[in-house]
């Protein structure tokens, strides 16, 4: 699998704990409200905000918290008027280019801390442009096959619009262009298969080959970016070995 869907794999697992579900639904929430805010509440005509509605629903958020989310987005508060998004650029060590999206009411705050999380883990910031042209925005959904055969559901999402897969154990990524994101989602879901998220992201068009105890400090540095109040989602471009990641898999 590629580095973004072995991160999304473990991140999903590790959410279960009470303390970062709390948090994940924290940055979900605002992730809705930004949504509903500059788009409005209808999600028919809201892409921005049926991608936010669903990744909240994928993460088993309840649904009166979703409604509660769009109300207050679109009553009379200003609840996250002031909130601006941005891309922060920034290397692992080894070399591991990172995007770090931010959602955050206080630029200055949001660059202290991404700096001090990378400075601390010898990492390094980066300026804007020079990571973000090594990834490409696609669409991913990620399922659980369960007893299903990954080369017919290949086929399925294939029809749909997928045009990239991989298969890790149990799971199944499936990649596609921004557009069709939806329709290969709702192809695989027909299926009967259960789908464990589906998001817009940032794919690496290649990857850097980390040795285990590397793999393993970048793997550290990855959740403790994404644990940052202001950042909602981060890639990479590291490929990680499976013995660093069964390892970090059991640290939760």
Do not use: C
């Not at 991608?51 to 649904?63: E, F, I, L, T, Y």
């Not at 990954?150 to 897969?165: R, S």
């Not at 199944?172 to 557009?179: G, Q, T, V, W």
């Not at 789908?195 to 285990?212: F, G, N, R, T, Y």
């Amino acid at each position: 699998m590629s580095g973004h869907s072995k991160w999304s794999t473990i991140k999903h697992g590790k959410a279960v704990t009470d303390a970062r579900r709390g948090k994940l639904f924290t940055k979900l929430t605002k992730e809705v409200i930004i949504a509903a805010k500059q788009g409005g509440s209808d999600l028919e005509m809201n892409f921005k905000l049926r991608m936010a509605v669903q990744r909240a629903r994928d993460s088993n958020m309840p649904a009166d918290t979703i409604d509660r989310a769009i109300k207050r987005a679109t009553g009379e508060g200003d609840e996250g008027e002031q909130m601006v998004e941005s891309t922060y650029e920034g290397y692992a060590p080894g070399g591991v280019a990172i995007l770090m999206e931010v959602l955050t009411d206080n630029r200055n705050r949001t660059v202290s801390d991404i700096r001090s999380t990378l400075t601390k883990a010898g990492g390094t910031m980066a300026n804007a442009g020079a990571v973000a042209w090594q990834f490409d925005q696609k669409g991913v959904v990620i399922a659980d096959l369960g007893e299903t055969d990954a080369d017919d559901l290949a086929l399925i999402a294939i029809d749909a619009g997928a045009d990239d897969f991989e298969t890790d154990g149990g799971a199944a990524s499936f990649y596609s262009a921004p557009d069709d994101l939806e329709g290969v989602r709702a192809a695989l879901t027909e299926s009967g298969v259960s789908i464990a998220s589906s998001e817009l992201a940032m794919i690496p068009q290649s990857q850097v080959i980390l040795e285990a105890k590397e793999a393993l400090r970048t793997l550290k540095l990855l959740d403790q970016i994404e644990e940052l109040d202001d950042v909602q989602k981060v890639f990479s471009n590291a490929d990680f070995p499976e013995d660093a990641l069964r390892e970090f898999s059991e640290d939760v």
